[in-house]
């Protein structure tokens, strides 16, 4: 298991929680959305930082009240196919003002990396064969993208429209 | 026509980059077939029956000669000599290797093609009014709000894995000749009372196994808040669309289980927020996609044209191609041509390399060098003078496609069916050939009038058969191929569904059950001038079926 982010690996400190395992003093830990909504008083007052694991048909307006406390959002990709993750990651950053880390895990490709970042995520939690090369070739091959995202910086239209060349 | 400006130009690049690097990780074995599959499906390449088929982007099926002459060089360099033109206004490539597809999008780009989303479960090519710019009857030229929707689909971060494929079409005047409720969205350019241009926007449509003729679900969105609106529209299906069922992952089944109000509410909602915040393109980047389609330069040009009269009144099968092939031009003096690629007995929308070739040559020296592809599978020259359409139609003779049967019998839609398709249930383009001979004599066709046939090898309806008058719908019954017909579909604006008739026919008996329906339509017809469709929808199907199956 690594963890990466454009532009290779990463430092972490996170660890997931199994649901029967108690955090240790001073762990970052990552927890299952049951759990959280279950145990919140007691994660949230220990010393540990806090962080949840969700999927792509997370219900974002039952997570919202613990936003401001939560140190990472780790979304599961189930299959590659499965894009709900872009939109989570979009309304988490743009509806909800979501700050903390935002994490992918799961089963995507190299190639939907790109889309991620400008989707709002920051970080990939990949398997050791994953192709951690090809992310970054993946990610560098555009230089430019038409519409507005997540990532605020400009788009085609806006250097187009400023004269920025 | 658009054309590319260096930001376009890079995209177009660097998406041969990714490509050819997706490629080259495939076949080294760090991708999967699995994982490769989207990847291709993204860039319009499909594994047949017997090889990859690439399907190439014709963005609102407008070309270039240029274009076209480099879609007939592919076809001699990396296919047997043929392109098929297809009802999404596309071009596809059946005898494709795929080591030599990143070689041939680079050729492809340099004259700004491509065929990004052209399959796969995002936002495809979008499809629009073949006839746009030079129809009299427009509100706005549908071209340019289709560039905008291209670009801004166009490797959209959020919904390129939407729950399954995503077609868009526009149309920019009353008269629907794009088939919009058919669509997932469907886009009408309308005017409102103060005189203000804007979109209605239809959500919800399809063929399928489920056809829908789409829902309204906003009358009237500004024109400069389109793209919010439907980034709004997209979210609420990304999120919500089923992703269990691929057979009810369409946004049709949920609108439906929503129920089209509830949809419209959810929209309505997430676009209030995400209104003015950055999405919508500013005014002056409209204008410089609207510069692109301004009217070319036309002649000033005196009706009538008497050299083109006189034609006509000499001789008479050139005055019959003018009535079905020639379409009135806003401006006086010109026509808009569908060139037929419905020649009888021959595989609808097909064009070989020297055809193609030929019909850039009269783009180039007629039509101000512009063609547009239908829906209905021809092309069309846009801009030719009357005093040339004599000129114009003698060499479409030569060329075999200067068959006077637009909107008639033998101009069939038909999907690859069993010769191409893994999905087919039964061969489609047989049995056009058949009908088309059966059907070859032009008197009988004219006489007959207006009548849609469409051909799809199985329930995904790729010939789109349920918006044909005459519906064929191959089945496979014991092994057998099996042919059910439908009756009284249409994809105009006056858009319905058609309505299965009975038990199917074998391949041998589907031309004479089809000819019994015809004649069955002349008996019963209160005079020439009322169509099929205007009969049928005043008899319903009992006389069909009685003559059919005998009325019981
Ligand atoms: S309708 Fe069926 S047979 Fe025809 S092309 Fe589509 S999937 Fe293939």
């Not at chain 2, 089209?260 to 209030?272: C, F």
């Not at chain 2, 047989?430 to 032009?442: G, K």
């Not at chain 2, 092994?479 to 309505?499: C, M, N, V």
Request: net charge neutral; charged share 25%; aromatic share 10%.
């Amino acid at each position: 298991m690594a963890v990466i982010d454009r532009n290779g690996p990463i430092a972490n400190s996170w660890v997931h929680l199994a649901d029967d395992a108690q955090p240790a003093k001073g762990q970052s830990v990552i927890v299952s959305f049951a759990r959280l909504k279950n145990e919140h008083n007691s994660l949230f007052s220990a010393s540990t930082a806090v962080g949840v694991e969700v999927v792509g048909d997370v219900v974002l307006e039952d997570l919202e009240p613990f936003l401001p406390r939560l140190g990472i959002i780790v979304v599961r990709m189930p299959n590659m196919r499965d894009g709900r993750i872009f939109s989570t990651g979009r309304l988490l950053r743009e509806k909800y003002a979501y700050k903390g880390e935002l994490r992918a895990i799961g089963d995507f490709i190299p190639d939907q990396a790109r889309f991620l970042l400008r989707c709002g995520f920051d970080s990939f939690e990949v398997g050791d064969a994953f192709p951690v090369d090809s992310l970054k070739q993946a990610v560098a091959t555009y230089s430019v993208w038409y519409q507005r995202a997540t990532d605020r910086g400009a788009t085609i239209i806006d250097q187009r429209t400023s004269g920025v060349s | 026509m658009y054309i590319y400006d260096k930001y376009d130009q890079t995209i177009a690049r660097e998406r041969v980059t990714e490509f050819t690097q997706q490629v080259k990780r495939r076949l080294a074995g760090e991708l999967s077939e699995d994982q490769f599959r989207p990847l291709r499906l993204m860039n319009g390449l499909y594994l047949q029956l017997h090889a990859y088929m690439l399907r190439v982007a014709i963005p609102y099926g407008t070309l270039s000669a240029k274009q076209l002459r480099k879609l007939a060089d592919i076809a001699e360099k990396y296919d047997r000599g043929y392109g098929h033109f297809t009802t999404r206004q596309n071009i596809q490539y059946n005898w494709i290797k795929l080591d030599q597809v990143p070689e041939l999008l680079a050729e492809l780009a340099t004259v700004e093609m491509h065929a990004n989303q052209t399959s796969g479960n995002c936002i495809r090519n979008v499809t629009a009014d073949q006839f746009a710019g030079v129809a009299g009857d427009e509100v706005e030229d549908p071209r340019i709000v289709s560039e905008i929707i291209r670009q801004w689909s166009t490797f959209h971060p959020e919904f390129s894995f939407l729950p399954r494929k995503f077609k868009f079409a526009v149309t920019g005047a009353p008269k629907d000749r794009a088939a919009i409720q058919y669509h997932d969205i469907g886009i009408h350019i309308v005017k409102n009372e103060a005189g203000e241009i804007g979109y209605a926007v239809y959500v919800g449509g399809g063929m399928g196994r489920t056809p829908v003729v789409a829902p309204l679900i906003n009358a009237f969105v500004p024109k400069a808040e389109l793209l919010s609106y439907l980034e709004a529209c997209l979210r609420v299906y990304n999120r919500y669309g089923r992703r269990d069922n691929i057979f009810k992952a369409r946004i049709k089944i949920l609108v439906r289980d929503l129920g089209p109000g509830e949809y419209k509410r959810q929209v309505e909602e997430e676009w209030q927020r995400i209104r003015g915040t950055g999405i919508d393109i500013p005014p002056e980047e409209e204008a410089r996609i609207r510069s692109f389609f301004k009217p070319p330069q036309y002649e000033t040009i005196a009706e009538p044209v008497h050299s083109f009269v006189e034609a006509q009144a000499k001789n008479r099968s050139f005055a019959r191609w003018v009535e079905t092939n020639v379409h009135p031009h806003k401006v006086p003096g010109y026509g808009a041509v569908t060139i037929s690629l419905k020649p009888i007995g021959g595989i609808p929308g097909d064009a070989s390399t020297d055809q193609m070739r030929a019909i850039a040559d009269l783009a180039e020296k007629y039509s101000l060098s512009e063609l547009r592809v239908t829906h209905v599978q021809n092309l069309v020259l846009p801009n030719v003078r009357q005093a040339d359409l004599h000129a114009v139609w003698q060499r479409l003779r030569e060329i075999g496609f200067a068959e006077a049967n637009i909107g008639l019998v033998t101009d069939i839609i038909a999907c690859p069916g069993l010769d191409y398709c893994s999905l087919a249930n039964a061969r489609s383009i047989p049995v056009s050939q058949r009908i088309s001979e059966r059907f070859a004599d032009l008197d009988k066709q004219h006489h007959i009038g207006p009548l849609q046939i469409k051909i799809s090898g199985c329930i995904n309806a790729c010939g789109h058969h349920h918006a044909g008058h005459i519906g064929i719908l191959g089945v496979d019954k014991a092994g057998q191929e099996f042919y059910q017909l439908t009756l009284g579909g249409a994809g105009d604006e006056t858009a319905s569904i058609g309505q299965l008739l009975g038990p199917g026919f074998s391949s041998d008996d589907v031309v004479g059950a089809i000819e019994k329906v015809i004649d069955t339509y002349l008996g019963l017809r209160e005079k020439p001038s009322e169509t099929f469709i205007e009969a049928y929808r005043r008899v319903g199907p009992v006389p069909f079926k009685e003559s059919l199956y005998g009325g019981h």
